[in-house]
């Protein structure tokens, strides 16, 4: 598709030589990132959803492939900020992207360049390191259409190669990893072998947590509700107790968030409960609990407990 430029083709090969870097996984909302992510890693480490801006703040997924570790920085979707929570996952996604040894900027191939990719890509004329494109959903899209993406594409940014993939079905992926484990600069791994996320495991479960509430209450809810970890005890008996507060803004999303007779908030534990378990490999008991604070998306502790900074 375009002419390929090596970063590592200046630098000498030497046997079993380490390479490590970072790659910033980049696009608008619902392109696929998080299931790019969660793909490449082989474990989930970003929740996914199809409600857009799931992902708020960055999330590093670690994944070892050959002699080199890969740590993809999962961005917040890129899009038009109308509030503070916006413009501070706005920042967070340019900011992952221009602290990067590599950029992967990801297009739905089905939405093509309408909308918040454009902006994108003139956004991308400023951050100056090496960038590849990888146009996603290809199984969806006719050859000739995904051809002509790609070659627009190309003819506004310098992507040093261009990939074809479906994070959904893995298709191409290995071609990603191939590349990026040759590309990216030598020098030790920069963390354990079997570390797959640097996540904290309450935060994680928070994660899981909201995201399952976003399945379940995907219109019903506005995306600006919260899940904290506010308990977390290992007991003797080798399972784990974790106490989770859902926090929406008003009574009519708590009403929504527990459902007729307690049923939604039951769904959304036991499903929350069963990924938990499995991610844990030990029993666990997951207790809900829902409670309104009001304008939470003005409280900076709230940004920060995100990984987020608090824009002013």
């Avoid at 993809?72 to 929570?85: E, N, Q, S, W």
């Avoid at 995904?146 to 070659?151: E, M, N, Q």
């Avoid at 899981?208 to 290992?234: D, G, N």
């Amino acid at each position: 598709m375009t002419e390929e430029h090596d970063m590592a083709d200046d630098a000498p090969e030497t046997a079993g030589a380490t390479r490590s870097g970072f790659v910033a996984l980049i696009g608008a909302t619902n392109a696929g990132k998080s299931t790019l992510v969660n793909r490449l890693v082989g474990a989930k480490v970003s929740i996914v959803s199809h409600k857009v801006q799931t992902t708020r703040a960055i999330v590093r997924g670690i994944a070892i492939h050959d002699n080199a570790q890969v740590v993809f920085m999962d961005t917040p979707g890129i899009f038009k900020p109308r509030r503070r929570l916006d413009r501070a996952m706005v920042t967070s996604a340019w900011g992952g992207a221009k602290d990067a040894d590599l950029i992967m900027l990801l297009i739905d191939s089905e939405r093509g360049l309408r909308g918040d990719a454009e902006a994108i890509l003139e956004g991308l004329k400023e951050v100056h390191q090496p960038k590849i494109l990888v146009l996603n959903k290809i199984d969806r899209v006719k050859r000739e259409d995904l051809l002509a993406l790609a070659a627009t594409a190309n003819e506004k940014i310098d992507f040093t190669h261009t990939f074809m993939i479906s994070a959904e079905n893995g298709s191409g992926c290995d071609d990603v990893m191939d590349y990026l484990a040759k590309t990216l600069p030598e020098g030790p791994w920069y963390y354990p072998e079997d570390q797959i996320s640097d996540l904290p495991m309450r935060q994680l479960a928070a994660e899981i947590t909201r995201e399952k509430l976003f399945l379940r209450l995907h219109q019903e809810l506005p995306y600006s509700s919260h899940v904290e970890t506010e308990k977390w005890e290992e007991r003797k008996d080798g399972s784990v107790r974790i106490e989770q507060v859902i926090y929406v803004e008003r009574d009519s999303q708590k009403k929504i968030a527990l459902g007729k007779g307690g049923e939604t908030i039951k769904a959304i534990s036991s499903a929350s409960r069963r990924e938990l378990s499995e991610i844990l490999e030990q029993p666990v008991h997951l207790f809900l609990f829902v409670k309104v604070r009001e304008n939470w998306g003005d409280d900076p502790e709230r940004f920060r407990e995100m990984g987020l900074d608090f824009p002013k």
